[in-house]
């Protein structure tokens, strides 16, 4: 009897252990899933900037989880391969193709380096050549292809130093480029010490420094020393034509280097101690200064201290000298704006912002510039009689374009555009710009700014119809050249010559995959460049269509209805449907009920769509409307609960009464702040059958500093922080939630944690629950493995609990 006693005890304990953690490898969906995961990808192109020539750049499939796994470094908010010395999570290109715009067969490069994994392609001013990088088992090497001979070399070894984000290379000139290298002589990494030489103290003196939440933070004095080794790089010239290099200045951790337009200086970034273990690398201290191609420095514009005191607020800035840049159209003229309200949003002032210049040799005074009543959003350079001012403000979500003489800027702006950005119907698009002289982008107009070009997405009641309008300056009238017209959705690429109305654009519809026209705006002509087929044919038939219904307070809602290929509504009935959504705030109703996408544009899959769906007898309704509206005073988040019902009740009852949707069989789910959604209207609401939520943020008490939109601290709505928490809630989810995460999520906010917790949270008040961590996995999933385990466990999760839902649940 003991021995059956303790054979008992035995199973029950492996059945528990068994529920509780289930050891399986990696698992692959139905077939038909993953043969569309599989899918071979769509080339990505690119054009000269003289629009002779197209690069098609061949896009490999989903990387293995061995090299998603490789080891990374995670330093001061970045994440570093030590092998390579660059970022240890970026995609890459595997081939390069050339063909002429004009016409003529493709022209494979010759001599490109084997197994490439090509990385920051980019075109020299003329576009005589292609740079790019390529990614090798020794580290990263600079390449470079001569268009006229299709032919690639190589031009440095595998020293280019890509650990910072952005580009590590940029032209010089046709000939040149400034790299950043290894220092040479660099020595081995720093090793971790076995026995602690201290605690790690941080203190602060009764000053008020409220930060977000980031993720991969320094933490002690060897993450110091470890992003020291990694970042700091030496920046040379190397001459493409006539071979070798030579280097500019000392070696540093350069945040961010670009040259003059005439070539002739550098615009340097450089990181200065002390570092900081509560904010990412970007608001450590900094120096911003003009260096000569000898790496002198010419002038420092700036020496910004540590930056983790801003004010509160999105709109808050730091004081000072910020986002410096050279004026485009002039040969070498530094630009910056300072707050005049000591980046304080919660300041009343009349003038928020200014700009300022210095030409070279910037030996003299900075010159005073215009003035923005908003915050600085940017600016669009033409010529000394002619730029474009760009200003906002997010509280208001307003919106200012302006134009002003940049040779008389005590004349002022003149407001172009005064929109709030929430209004995409009334958009007027984007001024369209040409390559200058130096390679630089200004205003394309042809008669000395009298007339502007702008293209847009042109979003309608009838979906997204992109355009192309002429602006008269002086009357500020716009006339339309060119819409997108159903059943195609078209949009412009690049414009070849806009005078004589020729321009390349990407064409689609509802069946057709995307390709590539040369489209004359005079006569309608419209030659085809490219051919790709289409990657999902498994998916066609599917059936397509924008279902437009209203919340019960009147807001009008859309989302975008997916039917199985051969579904009859009449024969089939209501289908067992998948809700995916992400929601968003807004200041006004009437923007929150404006339509966005378009019913023409071609079926996308990517690793996380719910479309897969519909090979397995899904309906799919997606990026279906999810407003959270606080008009003029009012914040949207104190009634978000209530409007994600609202939302996900109007949903339903449309396409219940459609007859598509069986409303026992319905599944919502999301990823990120849609996870967040899906696991609130679980915890009030019963709508659903069951729920899927995706590298999600469940307590916000977690977040505590700001979250998503919301810029109040949880001390000032606790009850907001509180209620807005699925995770003060556990004990009212009675739906079943499929939560996944990744293993190394680095997005702000959504630690691993706050799946765990949640899970156990959930698991103690007996919910039906599973919990699914993606091993080395970041807030995206890359893996071919990863990915295929995570469509896996959705199909498990939808076929149990809602395809086959029990008559009594």
Not at 340 to 358: H, I, S
Not at 503 to 530: C, F, M, Q, V
Not at 575 to 585: D, G, K, S, T, V
Request: net charge neutral; aromatic share 10%.
């Amino acid at each position: 009897m003991q021995k059956q006693l303790a054979l008992f005890f035995l199973l029950a304990v492996s059945a528990l252990t068994l529920y509780a953690q289930e050891p399986i490898g990696y698992q692959t969906p139905p077939a038909a899933i993953t043969a569309l995961i599989d899918a071979p990808a769509t080339p990505g192109l690119s054009f000269s900037p003289d629009r002779k020539w197209m690069l098609l750049l061949e896009q490999p499939g989903f990387p293995s989880i061995e090299e998603v796994a490789e080891p990374e470094m995670r330093l001061a908010g970045i994440r570093i391969n030590p092998r390579t010395n660059g970022p240890s999570r970026s995609g890459y290109t595997t081939g390069l193709t050339l063909k002429s715009v004009s016409g003529g067969v493709e022209r494979p490069i010759q001599r490109m380096p084997a197994g490439a994994k090509i990385q920051s392609v980019s075109w020299s001013p003329d576009g005589s050549k292609i740079a790019f990088l390529n990614v090798d088992e020794q580290g990263i090497a600079l390449w470079t292809i001569d268009v006229a001979t299709a032919t690639a070399r190589m031009q440095t070894r595998s020293s280019v130093n890509a650990a910072m984000p952005g580009s590590p290379y940029l032209w010089l000139d046709n000939d040149r480029i400034v790299c950043a290298m290894i220092p040479a002589g660099r020595g081995a990494a720093p090793v971790a010490p076995i026995t602690p030489v201290g605690p790690v103290v941080q203190a602060n003196e009764g000053k008020a420094a409220p930060v977000r939440t980031f993720q991969d933070l320094l933490a002690n004095a060897h993450d110091e020393a470890l992003f020291e080794h990694y970042a700091t790089a030496q920046l040379a010239v190397v001459d493409i034509t006539k071979g070798g290099r030579v280097e500019i200045g000392a070696p540093g951790i350069f945040t961010n280097f670009s040259t003059s337009p005439d070539g002739n200086y550098l615009l340097v970034t450089t990181l200065k101690k002390p570092f900081s273990y509560i904010v990412p690398y970007a608001r450590f201290p900094q120096q911003t200064a003009v260096w000569n191609l000898q790496g002198q420095s010419v002038k420092v514009i700036v020496e910004k201290p540590l930056m983790d005191n801003l004010p509160q607020g999105f709109d808050a800035v730091p004081t000072g000298p910020r986002s410096f840049s050279w004026r485009s159209d002039a040969p070498a003229s530094l630009y910056w704006v300072e707050a005049q309200d000591e980046g304080n949003p919660r300041k009343e002032a009349a003038v928020r912002d200014k700009m300022f210049y210095l030409d070279a040799p910037f030996s003299g005074q900075p010159k005073e510039g215009i003035s923005f009543s908003l915050r600085y959003r940017g600016v669009s350079w033409g010529s000394d009689n002619l730029a474009l001012a760009y200003e906002g403000w997010w509280q208001s979500r307003q919106q200012i374009t302006s134009a002003w003489q940049p040779a008389n800027d005590a004349a002022g702006k003149e407001v172009l555009f005064d929109r709030s950005t929430e209004d995409r119907y009334n958009d007027p698009g984007s001024f369209v710009t040409e390559l200058n002289k130096y390679g630089r982008s200004v205003l394309l107009t042809p008669d000395k700014g009298k007339t502007f070009y702008l293209a847009g997405q042109g979003a309608s009641p009838e979906g997204n119809r992109p355009f192309i309008d002429r602006m008269e300056r002086s009357t500020k009238k716009t006339t339309r050249l060119w819409r997108s017209e159903a059943p195609y959705y078209e949009s412009p690429v690049a414009f070849v010559d806009l005078a004589k109305g020729v321009l390349i654009t990407r064409r689609e519809s509802a069946t057709e995959p995307p390709n590539y026209y040369l489209r004359n705006l005079n006569n309608a002509d419209l030659k085809p460049l490219t051919n790709f087929a289409n990657p999902y044919e498994a998916l066609s038939g599917a059936k397509k269509e924008l279902t437009r219904y209203k919340r019960a307070d009147g807001v009008e809602m859309t989302g975008t209805l997916y039917l199985p290929a051969g579904y009859d509504k009449q024969k089939d009935g209501p289908l067992p449907m998948l809700m995916w959504a992400y929601p968003r705030e807004f200041k006004s109703a009437d923007a929150a009920g404006q339509v966005s996408g378009s019913p023409y544009q071609f079926i996308r899959l990517n690793w996380g769509s719910p479309l897969y769906w519909l090979t397995q007898g899904y309906a799919v309704f997606d990026d279906f409307s999810m407003p959270i509206i606080g008009e003029g005073d009012a914040e949207p988040n104190e009634t978000f609960v209530a409007q994600l019902r609202d939302n996900a009740e109007a949903a339903i009852n449309a396409l219940v009464g459609m007859g598509v949707a069986d409303r026992r069989r319905i599944a919502v789910g999301g990823h990120s702040y849609g996870a967040f959604m899906t696991a609130n209207l679980l915890a009030h609401t019963d709508l659903f059958a069951a729920g899927i939520a995706r590298s999600g943020a469940y307590n916000r008490t977690l977040t505590p500093f700001g979250f998503q939109a919301e810029e109040r601290t949880y001390w000032q709505a606790p009850e907001v922080y509180y209620n807005l928490s699925p995770f003060n809630f556990a004990d009212k989810i009675k739906t079943p939630i499929l939560l996944i995460h990744g293993e190394a999520d680095n997005n702000s906010g959504t630690f691993p944690i706050q799946s765990e917790r949640f899970y156990a949270a959930l698991k103690g008040h007996g919910a039906t629950a599973r919990y699914v961590v993606l091993p080395a996995e970041s807030h995206g999933y890359r893996a071919r493995e990863s990915v295929l385990h995570c469509l896996w466990e959705m199909d498990q999760w939808l076929d149990k609990h809602v395809k086959n839902r029990r008559e009594t649940q």
